[in-house]
């Protein structure tokens, strides 16, 4: 039967990561996966990890499994970091399962929405990150798009967007990027988000948050101050995170799917849903990151240096933002790259067509994703110049 399987075309963002790797140009650029590069280029393990890794390693005594929520003590912290001292905490509205990073929190949000109605439609920003098509795809439900990105004004499309989802029947599921839009880079300000929210509750609609970049918007909490509004307004919502870009855990696969209910005896109903879910799919989590987590968040010392190192990845990249606009202006670049200050997180959208990408890729070893999305940390001190010469290069036509 093995004989009838067709080829199926890799992840571009993960293709153009291995063309990246076997480029033999030692002057190439790295602008694709959104992955956390330092100056040095390095994707470092943050001290604070290293730190509660030694940690883990004294005083670990069982291998055993855990139970298929995951990490209690993590689950908890993670509800935290992202509701505050929420009142869907302090009333018990709240269930979370840790899961293996935000992807395994999205395909089990899927397999969970499809088992609270089968019917449901996810709505996505358009454009959005491909895996959120084919993770809701995967569990049989439909995906359709909502206006967002404006390639014209390199802004929101915000009337068009709250046109559209005004037409959302209740009993869909609306996903939602809380900050650092992947791949535009353009976010809702507080004000649209108390729209969205509005709408929301009075459509009945059924909101999903993604945060899979808590800490690299404005702050920890700035970033969450659009979900904690939201959650102020509905009665249900679900929240998928993730730890692998603000803990640097990318490869221990750990984030967490959270269900927010209208009260607590749905509450648990839905965890033994949401459970039934995770036991079809892996049983259980892998513990390491959660605990890793678990270990920062519960020390103090751990949780300020945790805080210090978000704080330079996320100025660096806001620096660099900056610094993208300088150099373009030092070449001699005319057009307007302003909007790249005005974005958010590790991506933006360049705007530059499909020849001009081909060719930063073919003549000089830039490397970024089709749709013009560059991550902004594979920038550094000894190859901005060499971008920007790139693109006045490219540009000029
Ligand atoms: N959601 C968005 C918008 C992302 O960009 C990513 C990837 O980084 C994820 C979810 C999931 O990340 P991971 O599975 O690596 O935790
Ligand atoms: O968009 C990105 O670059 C990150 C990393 O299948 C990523 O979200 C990309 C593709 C993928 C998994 C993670």
Redesign the pocket.
Known sequence: MFSHLQPTPIDPILGLMAAYKEDPNPLKVDLGV?VYKDEQGHTAVLDCVKKAEALRLKNEDSKTYIGMAGDLSFNSHIEKLAFGQHKVLLSGRVTTAHTP????A?RVAAEFIKKANPDATVWVTNPT?A??ISLFQAAGLTVKEYAYYDWETKGLKFDAMMTELAQVPAGDVVLV?ACCH?PSGMDLNFEQWKQFAHLAKDKGFTPLV?M??QGFGLGLEEDSQGLRYLADQVDEMLL?S????NFGL?RE?I?AVSIVTADSKTTDIAKSVLLAVVRSIYSMPPAHGAIIVSHILDSQELTALWHQELAVMRNRINDYRQLIIDKFAAEGITQDFSFITKQHGMFSFLGINKEQIERLRKEFSIYMVGSSRVSISGLNHSNIDYFANAMAQVLKG
């Open positions: 959104g990073g935000g992807t395994g999205l990150w895996n959120h990027h992947n993604d899979a970049y998928c993730s730890c692998s870009k990318y696969r984030g």
